[in-house]
């Protein structure tokens, strides 16, 4: 790293492209329908059915002419002669022709000629004003063509894409897949990331807390996280912070075949340097100081495993600053490995409680959101919690949103309108 970068902050958007750049998408593998949700398609899905297959009913009821019973009404009932009973699953044998009707199920084919359904609640199976001639139904209701009729391919058309690459598969896309037969998905192996936390202060969380340590939280936040995001998390433990325990244990990490890494803690200005130092001797690692807050210390870079270059993302250690970082940078960079096309955040603009202040980095504040009648509010201040130091790891707990606030814009007044990034 050179001098001028050291002084000067990079910006956001730079170092996430320079991340981004180094990141491919892990190969793809053929999964049953029952393993794919939460998975990310690797090839579009094209139905080669209509669905439904076939016209069928929308309701119990008749299925008639509805020219036969326009003028049908509560006072004035229409009888036809009802000549077949269809239930759901079969095809149906008879035509209907004028003032004939077939008693049919819903889901069940539409008989040929038949070009509505009455509900049963508008005819003499439910209503029993006027007697009802042996073999007839009264029709209480003047229905009009295609009333409670679902049309072949309503829902999909053959030829019809109906999930793009890239897609997660979220419960509703399973079902599709499941409707048009799609028995097997091609979809991304999970990303494998590593984690690894640094530290001479760290101990784990069953073992005894002795003065000056503290426990470990950020390898149980980003296993989470890597969950979180679809990938799946390789957890390596503690690293000392000695230049033999740290290359040991990345070498560790580098044998399970991982396809990115993730360190926390170690890289910013005055830390031991043997993080760096180590780092720096596995593979070509740079050392950032980002234009954000809180996160500034990142490092990127690739280490070098047997048989290709492994991504590695130093995070920094406090956890707050771990977390922000982890969303800025190492999301999307799981994200794009794991075959996602796009890695936005959601976010709502809303308007703030009160007013704010920035000093030249862009802010991600611990925030909590809140729907009003006349739209979003957000707070960045709690009674309860501290919110905004970098430490302070209730706080994200308690927040449900991150503001961001712009690295040019020194001053937010109260109502002023935010970008709010929610977490949940
Ligand atoms: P460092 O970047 O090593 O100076 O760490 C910054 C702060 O984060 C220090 O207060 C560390 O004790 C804390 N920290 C580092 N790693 C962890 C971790 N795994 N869990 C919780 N806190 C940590
Ligand atoms: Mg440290």
Not at 86 to 109: E, L, Q, W
Request: charged share 20%; proline share 6%; hydrophobic share 45%.
């Amino acid at each position: 790293m050179n001098k001028a970068a050291k002084n000067s902050l990079i910006a956001v958007e730079d170092a996430l492209d320079a991340i981004l750049e180094k990141i491919m998408p892990v190969a793809t593998e053929a999964v049953p329908l029952n393993r794919c949700f939460g998975r990310v398609l690797a090839e579009p899905i094209v139905s080669t059915i209509n669905v439904p297959p076939f016209a069928n009913s929308a309701m119990d009821g008749y299925a008639l002419v509805a020219n036969d019973v326009k003028n049908a009404a509560l006072d004035s009932p229409i009888a036809l002669t009802v000549v077949d009973n269809i239930p759901a699953g079969v095809t149906p044998k008879k035509t209907i022709i004028s003032h004939t009707c077939a008693r049919i199920m819903t889901g069940a084919p539409m008989p040929a000629g038949a070009t509505a359904v009455v509900r049963f609640e508008e005819t003499s199976e439910q209503i029993s004003t006027f007697d009802v001639p042996e073999g007839e139904v009264l029709i209480y209701n003047g229905i009009l063509e295609g009333d409670n009729v679902r049309l072949a391919g309503e829902d999909i058309q053959t030829g019809q894409t109906v999930l793009n690459v890239g897609h997660r598969l979220r419960p509703q896309d399973v079902g599709v897949l499941a409707a048009i037969g799609q028995a097997t998905v091609t979809v991304y192996r999970k990303p494998r990331v590593a984690i690894l936390a640094t530290g001479d202060e760290l101990v784990d969380v069953d073992e005894p807390i002795t003065p000056g340590k503290i426990r470990n939280s950020n390898e149980y936040v980003q296993a989470a996280m890597v969950e979180k995001y679809g990938a799946e998390a390789i957890t390596l433990g503690i690293a000392r912070d000695n230049v033999a325990d740290l290359t040991a244990k990345i070498q560790a990490g580098l044998e399970q075949n991982v396809d990115l890494f993730l360190t926390s803690a170690g890289v910013s200005i005055g830390d031991f340097d043997m993080v760096k130092t180590v780092l720096a001797a596995e593979g070509e690692v740079q050392f950032w100081q980002v234009g954000i807050k809180p996160g500034k210390p990142l490092a990127f870079g690739q280490l070098h495993a047997s048989d290709k270059l492994v991504p590695l993302i130093g995070l920094p250690g406090n956890p707050v600053a771990a977390m922000v970082a982890f969303e800025v940078f190492a999301r999307p960079a799981i994200l794009k490995l794991g075959g996602r096309l796009s890695w936005e955040k959601s976010s709502v603009i809303a308007n703030l409680d009160e007013d704010v202040t920035n000093s030249g980095r862009r802010h991600f504040m611990r925030a909590f959101v809140y729907p009003t009648p006349d739209g979003y509010r957000v707070t960045t201040r709690s009674s309860g919690v501290q919110v905004q130091g970098s430490g302070i790891l209730t706080s994200m707990v308690w927040a449900n949103g991150l503001v961001v606030v712009p690295e040019n814009t020194r001053h937010l007044s109260s109502g002023a309108p935010v970008e709010v990034w929610i977490l949940d």
